[in-house]
């Protein structure tokens, strides 16, 4: 007595939803942890080798300007792959096992 097609596929549905979740908190953990790396770097940076006339203001576009580079970053954009990588991969395993 095995399970029905529609039961396995519930299953399946409920793996990539619970997958689903589980990328999107590992994806912003990792996005929030690189950008305070990011921000640290920037700050250890100014402190290293203020300008002589800096206010505190100008340390503070120091930093935004360099978070703003950071968004465009290939970095950042590799985050991503936390929430693609694995999909593709359980659909390629699916595929394969399936239909190869």
Same mark, same amino acid.
């Given at each position: 007595?095995? !399970?029905?097609?529609? $039961?396995?596929?519930?299953? &399946? =549905? !409920? =793996?990539?939803? &619970?997958?689903?979740? &589980? /990328? ?5 953990? *990792? =996005? +929030? %942890? ?5 921000? #640290? ?6 402190? $290293? /080798?203020?300008? #002589? ?5 100008t ?9 703003h580079a %950071? #968004?465009?970053?290939?970095? !950042?954009? =590799?985050?991503?792959?936390? +929430?693609?990588?694995? &999909? +593709?991969?359980?659909? *390629?395993? *699916?595929?394969?096992?399936?239909? /190869?």
């Amino acid at each position: 007595m095995g !399970r029905g097609k529609g $039961a396995r596929m519930i299953g &399946f =549905l !409920r =793996l990539m939803v &619970f997958w689903a979740v &589980f /990328a999107a908190v590992a994806y912003w953990a *990792l =996005l +929030i %942890y690189s950008r305070s790396l990011r921000r #640290e770097t920037l700050e250890k940076q100014w402190d $290293a /080798a203020p300008p #002589e006339d800096a206010s505190p203001e100008t340390r503070k576009a120091f930093i935004e300007q360099g978070m703003h580079a %950071y #968004e465009g970053s290939l970095r !950042r954009k =590799l985050l991503w792959g936390v +929430i693609v990588l694995p &999909f +593709i991969a359980i659909g *390629l395993l *699916l595929y394969l096992v399936n239909y /190869a």
